[in-house]
């Protein structure tokens, strides 16, 4: 629980196994010498049992990315003196630092998502000799409410504790902790990425007449932001309603998530962005004119024309979502965070699924992706914590993008229809390497729900049928094709099998749903 170190640098991975990626927890207090200069990439990340104040001794120039990572226990910083740099990530998810920060008068960077999710450092102060800070550095420090900078600093600045850059042309971060309504100023050309990032308390956001571009993601996670105000003098950007648009209306450029209940998009508009809609959890129905060239609405999802491709899901639904058999594309972002889904069916036309397209759906159980799928994007399921089985009727694996099952840990197993099919699966690194549990032959079934018990799966082994996931009490009921009743059975448990002829077609009814088997 104790440990001291007597060399001049902590090298990578010291206090965590890299192969695993799991962190010393057992540790719970570090003394470090004097003769340390730096202290390498990863060394204390995941180290959560380190609690306390963490004081770095003088001599330290650098510290690496995500070395002190989510060590949460920390619970106040104090940096060396002669500090040049803080790497990527490097106090990330240190949510037990409170209070103040103080940069010492000899750094010069601080990397990429360095001090993102503090979600308790109240305020950083800058020296003179900073001149790089990454993005997302200071994203999501909910309890921030200032930085402080001195006005001799050549590189930023600040006016009412929001950091801007030198001459004020550049918004980089409003602070997450402050409240109310904001009014940009009017040196302002450009809002950086994620400038706005986790603000969960700003309102309303006044736009500058000056201001020309907006950063990807500038106003994500702001779950009070009900409208932006625009000037008339601006020669860019434009609002209705309090939604924020280009000048002449055509394209919607962000939505704001504070606001509640179903919104009619503009006849006008031709193109949406495609975080337009982000974290937007209260909106339960969109609506377009059918007058519209470009997009169209079904049950208060949003499509491309002739529906295709699909487009945004309103997050604040509920329940199970039946994909319409038009749909060959499940667009980028279209289901992020919607934690509110239960279930989804996709039809047989489904090809692709795009990048972050059901990032965040934390309520969905079980997934069946049908035969035609062949690619998967980058992050697409990821975060899906619930996310227990999935059964793929496609025989070849789809591809698959970068991290697209990322912080799922619950998978048991995936199942397929085939032998063949298990071979390729296992085959497949990125398939068989992603999952605890195993790939496995079923005789799966797409049936199409008429809603409810999404855990319902029906699948054959000659001659039975096999209907799981019912509870106690179900009725589940088997007909022929043309629909006379051949059996009705009232389920015990999870498992129901049912002895049928073989080389026929039947139809199985359960809750809510009904299968097409063939035998």
Same mark, same amino acid.
Not at 3 to 16: A, K, N
């Given at each position: 629980?104790?440990?001291?170190?007597?060399?001049?640098?902590?090298?990578?991975?010291?206090?965590?196994?890299?192969?695993?990626?799991?962190?010393?927890?057992?540790?719970?207090?570090?003394?470090?010498?004097?003769?340390?200069?730096?202290?390498?990439?990863?060394?204390?990340?995941?180290?959560?049992?380190?609690?306390?104040?963490?004081?770095?001794?003088?001599?330290?120039?650098?510290?690496?990315?995500?070395?002190?990572?989510?060590?949460?226990?920390?619970?106040?910083?104090?940096?060396?003196?002669?500090?040049?740099?803080?790497?990527?990530?490097? /106090?990330?998810?240190?949510?037990?630092?409170?209070?103040?920060?103080?940069?010492?008068?000899?750094?010069?960077?601080?990397?990429?998502?360095?001090?993102?999710?503090?979600?308790?450092?109240?305020?950083?102060?800058?020296?003179?000799?900073?001149?790089?800070?990454?993005?997302?550095?200071?994203?999501?420090?909910?309890?921030?409410?200032?930085?402080?900078?001195?006005?001799?600093?050549?590189?930023?600045?600040?006016?009412?504790?929001?950091?801007?850059?030198?001459?004020?042309?550049?918004?980089?971060?409003?602070?997450?902790?402050?409240?109310?309504?904001?009014?940009?100023?009017?040196?302002?050309?450009?809002?950086?990425?994620?400038?706005?990032?986790?603000?969960?308390?700003?309102?309303?956001?006044?736009?500058?007449?000056?201001?020309?571009?907006?950063?990807?993601?500038?106003?994500?996670?702001?779950?009070?932001?009900?409208?932006?105000?625009?000037?008339?003098?601006? !020669?860019?950007?434009?609002?209705?309603?309090?939604?924020?648009?280009?000048?002449?209306?055509?394209?919607?450029?962000?939505?704001?998530?504070?606001?509640?209940?179903?919104?009619?998009?503009?006849?006008?508009?031709?193109? #949406?962005?495609?975080?337009?809609? $982000?974290?937007?959890?209260?909106?339960?129905?969109?609506?377009?004119?059918?007058?519209?060239?470009?997009?169209?609405?079904?049950?208060?999802?949003? /499509?491309?024309?002739?529906?295709?491709?699909?487009?945004?899901?309103?997050?604040?639904? !509920?329940?199970?979502? #039946?994909?319409?058999?038009?749909? +060959?594309?499940?667009?980028?972002?279209?289901?992020?965070?919607?934690?509110?889904?239960?279930?989804?069916?996709?039809?047989?036309?489904?090809?692709?699924?795009?990048?972050?397209?059901?990032?965040?759906?934390?309520?969905?159980?079980?997934?069946?992706?049908?035969?035609?799928?062949?690619?998967?994007?980058?992050?697409?399921?990821?975060?899906?914590?619930?996310?227990?089985? $999935?059964?793929?009727?496609?025989?070849?694996?789809?591809?698959?993008?970068?991290?697209? /099952?990322?912080?799922?840990?619950?998978?048991?197993?995936?199942?397929?229809?085939?032998?063949?099919?298990?071979?390729?699966? +296992?085959?497949?690194?990125?398939?068989?390497?992603?999952?605890?549990?195993? $790939?496995?032959?079923?005789? #799966?079934?797409?049936?199409?729900?008429?809603?409810?018990?999404?855990?319902?799966?029906?699948?054959?082994?000659?001659?039975?049928?096999?209907?799981?996931?019912?509870?106690?009490?179900?009725?589940?009921?088997? /007909?022929?094709?043309?629909?006379? !009743?051949?059996?009705?059975?009232?389920?015990?448990?999870?498992?129901?099998?049912?002895?049928?002829?073989?080389?026929?077609?039947?139809?199985?009814?359960?809750?809510?749903?009904?299968?097409?088997?063939?035998?």
């Amino acid at each position: 629980p104790y440990t001291t170190l007597f060399r001049s640098e902590i090298p990578t991975f010291s206090f965590c196994d890299p192969n695993t990626g799991e962190g010393k927890t057992s540790l719970t207090t570090i003394t470090l010498p004097n003769s340390l200069t730096s202290i390498g990439n990863y060394a204390f990340i995941f180290c959560s049992g380190i609690t306390g104040s963490l004081i770095l001794p003088d001599g330290i120039t650098s510290i690496g990315d995500a070395a002190f990572l989510s060590c949460s226990g920390i619970t106040s910083l104090t940096l060396p003196v002669n500090l040049n740099s803080i790497g990527l990530g490097t /106090f990330s998810k240190c949510t037990g630092i409170t209070g103040n920060v103080t940069f010492p008068n000899s750094l010069v960077s601080v990397g990429l998502s360095a001090f993102e999710k503090c979600s308790k450092i109240t305020s950083f102060t800058f020296p003179i000799s900073l001149t790089t800070i990454g993005k997302y550095a200071f994203s999501d420090c909910f309890a921030l409410i200032e930085f402080i900078i001195p006005v001799e600093n050549q590189s930023f600045s600040t006016i009412n504790g929001t950091l801007f850059n030198k001459d004020q042309t550049t918004l980089i971060q409003y602070p997450a902790g402050k409240k109310g309504n904001y009014i940009i100023p009017s040196t302002v050309i450009n809002i950086g990425e994620y400038a706005f990032c986790g603000c969960s308390w700003i309102t309303s956001l006044s736009i500058s007449s000056s201001l020309m571009t907006i950063g990807s993601s500038a106003f994500s996670a702001c779950p009070s932001l009900t409208e932006f105000i625009v000037p008339e003098t601006n !020669q860019l950007y434009s609002s209705l309603n309090g939604v924020l648009f280009n000048k002449n209306q055509t394209t919607l450029v962000q939505y704001p998530a504070g606001r509640q209940g179903s919104y009619n998009i503009p006849n006008s508009v031709t193109t #949406i962005e495609n975080l337009a809609f $982000i974290d937007c959890s209260g909106i339960s129905e969109l609506i377009i004119p059918e007058a519209n060239q470009f997009f169209s609405t079904l049950n208060g999802v949003l /499509f491309n024309k002739n529906q295709t491709r699909l487009i945004q899901y309103p997050a604040g639904k !509920q329940g199970t979502y #039946i994909v319409p058999n038009t749909v +060959k594309t499940i667009g980028n972002y279209s289901f992020l965070n919607c934690m509110g889904i239960t279930g989804l069916n996709f039809p047989t036309s489904i090809t692709t699924i795009e990048s972050s397209a059901f990032t965040g759906c934390s309520s969905i159980t079980t997934l069946t992706f049908p035969a035609g799928l062949t690619s998967i994007g980058d992050f697409s399921f990821s975060d899906c914590i619930s996310l227990k089985t $999935i059964y793929c009727l496609n025989p070849a694996p789809p591809t698959t993008g970068n991290y697209c /099952f990322n912080g799922v840990t619950s998978i048991t197993d995936v199942y397929v229809p085939t032998d063949i099919a298990v071979a390729s699966y +296992k085959a497949n690194t990125a398939w068989y390497s992603k999952f605890p549990g195993d $790939i496995i032959k079923r005789n #799966i079934t797409n049936g199409v729900p008429e809603s409810i018990n999404t855990d319902v799966k029906v699948y054959t082994t000659s001659p039975k049928i096999i209907i799981e996931g019912t509870k106690q009490g179900e009725i589940v009921t088997l /007909f022929t094709i043309n629909g006379k !009743q051949i059996q009705t059975v009232k389920s015990e448990g999870e498992r129901i099998i049912i002895a049928a002829q073989q080389k026929a077609v039947y139809l199985v009814k359960t809750v809510g749903r009904t299968f097409k088997v063939i035998l």
